[in-house]
């Protein structure tokens, strides 16, 4: 059974910090990585989609990195701002399409 | 356009009630997935319909729980005599599939279910 990591499950940086978040999955027949982020009481809005095929994805100040072979992607967030603050989640699609697996999540803190 | 949507947004109820959560998705989404989010745990996969073709119930945890998906639209989740580990935000998801690509999934806000 996939299993997906994420580290650190919390992090709390100054405002202006360029930062790294990680997640690891231990099974790299997977068709699709996607990363997400959840505020407090709410669902959750999808940041960046990364196709096995691929190795980084680009929109705004994220950047989401795969490397499949490994079992790893990093999402960097450039120039953090208070607005960031929400736990941040990546999920992996399975190789049969049905299935998702997520980690459980770093809770991110930009401090003003 | 519209995102997902579900109903109710919050649900209180005694244990060994049925309760019945629904989930409206993306208009032409053919792909719904239901999943569970306990305190402080990451996402856990339920069940996943696609289309016309049966659905994947491999992640249900009991036979209490049931779902499904009529007119290849609304869904609905239902749990039999719930108990008070049954206790979670449920949340649905929907995306857009064709051919062979599979796209990214779009989540509801979630029904936060509370088993007294």
């Known amino acids: 059974k996939q299993e997906v990591t994420q580290i650190p499950a919390a992090l709390s940086v100054p405002e202006g910090e360029n930062l790294v978040l990680n997640c690891s999955f231990t099974d790299s027949a997977i068709y699709n990585l996607q990363w997400f982020r959840q505020d407090p009481g709410k669902g959750l809005t999808s940041l960046l989609l990364i196709q096995s095929s691929q190795r980084e994805q680009t929109s705004g100040r994220l950047n989401a990195s795969l490397d499949k072979s490994s079992g790893r992607s990093t999402l960097y967030i450039a120039a953090s701002q208070p607005g960031d603050s929400a736990t941040y989640l990546c999920a992996v699609r399975t190789d049969n399409f049905n299935k998702f697996y997520f980690g459980s999540g770093t809770k991110l803190n930009v401090k003003p | 356009g519209a995102g997902v949507s579900q109903s109710p947004s919050n649900k209180v109820t005694e244990k060994g009630k049925d309760v019945e959560l629904r989930c409206d998705p993306i208009?032409?989404?053919?792909?719904l997935y239901w999943y569970r989010q306990s305190l402080g745990q990451g996402l856990e996969f339920l069940i996943y319909?696609?289309?016309?073709?049966?659905?994947?119930k491999s992640g249900l945890p009991s036979d209490r729980f049931s779902a499904e998906r009529t007119g290849g639209s609304v869904s609905t989740l239902t749990i039999q005599r719930t108990q008070q580990e049954d206790s979670a935000v449920y949340l649905c998801a929907s995306s857009k599939q064709a051919g062979n690509s599979y796209n990214e999934q779009f989540f509801g806000p979630g029904t936060r279910l509370t088993v007294l």
């Open positions: 208009s032409g989404h053919t792909a």
């Open positions: 319909f696609q289309g016309n073709s049966a659905p994947d």
